[in-house]
């Protein structure tokens, strides 16, 4: 929608943006993933193997990416983060993040091994993997990522779809038992904004990802007409004050691969605020390497 627009502006930030929010499973996990969005009418624009999905990132500028994943069952995710550590290993742009299921005996180990070589931090992802982040089986791990310095990643909010397991009501007690943890939040918290923007204000770790929810409507419409996306209400909509109050609280960040429309189109919903080069710098990679203690 903004596409040449996008061609000048981009020029600031090509070579240097962080995405915080993008997806790297082994194939024959990719292949089931898709199959599942595809019988719900939810498009993905880019298919292609890991090491493929990781040269189209860097053909637009990306400079650095995360690698969430997560298990679905237990006895899951240490496969799960072996293949990450390799992968990270040939990908070196890559932010290596790993995964737990809380039911998984030798967890603490487990993340202290990868802790040890490299990795960032975990994701969760409580309405595919059916716990709650409040679960106290999580309480020890989340000590850990405290203790060492690490970050969750957590899709928390009700957007695109919801369960009960997601939602502010089952987040919240987290952040109120682990108030310096570092937490990146998936999706700004959609659909409960108002919740987690108090959560950021109150907690000083607290980051929220702008994955999916800046996509321009005229984007979101094209894609449900030609039905490659669910016709889900994306918030796009938001107080420009509250987000230059959140500046240095908001990071870039996809769901790439599992969009149906441009890579682009991420790129230009952040764009089209206009709300200045200070925040947009901010926002494509210098918080996310504050977070992260990138170089």
């Known amino acids: 929608m903004y596409a040449d627009d996008w061609r000048t502006r981009v020029s600031h930030y090509q070579g240097r943006i962080i995405d ?6 082994p194939e024959k996990v990719f292949e089931s993933i898709w199959e599942w969005f595809g019988k719900r009418l939810w498009g993905v624009r880019y298919k292609d193997t890991p090491d493929g999905l990781a040269e189209i990132l860097r053909g637009f500028g990306v400079e650095r990416f995360v690698t969430y994943n997560y298990a679905h069952r237990e006895g899951m995710a240490a496969g799960l983060n072996e ?19 809380p039911g998984d005996d030798g967890n603490l180990a487990m993340l202290e091994d990868l802790f040890d070589r490299g990795f960032f931090g975990i994701k969760i992802q409580p309405l595919v993997s059916d716990f709650y982040p409040c679960d106290e089986r999580m309480f020890e791990v989340y000590q850990l990522l405290l203790e060492r310095g690490k970050v969750l990643a957590v899709h928390a909010g009700t957007a695109p779809i919801a369960n009960q397991y997601v939602g502010a009501g089952h ?24 919740r987690f923007f108090g959560m950021v204000r109150t907690y000083p770790n607290l980051y929220l990802d702008t994955a999916v929810s800046f996509i321009a409507p005229a984007v979101v419409a094209e894609q449900v ?10 918030p796009h909509e938001f107080d ?35 709300l200045g080069e200070e925040f947009e710098r901010k926002v494509f990679h210098e918080n996310a390497r504050g977070l992260l203690s990138l170089d």
């Open 171 to 194: 987040f919240e007690p987290v952040m109120e038992r682990f108030p310096e943890l570092k937490v990146v939040v998936a999706h700004m918290g959609a659909y409960e904004l108002d």
């Open 225 to 234: 007409a030609r039905g490659r996306f669910p016709p889900l209400p994306i």
């Open 20 to 25: 915080m929010h993008t997806h790297f499973f």
């Open 83 to 101: 293949w990450t550590a390799g992968f990270a290993q040939e990908h070196p742009e890559a932010i290596p993040f790993g995964t737990v299921m």
């Open 240 to 274: 420009p004050e509250v987000l230059l109050e959140f500046s240095e609280r908001i990071l870039f960040g996809t769901d790439y691969p599992h969009f149906p429309y441009e890579y682009e189109d991420c790129m230009d919903g952040i764009l089209a605020l206009d």
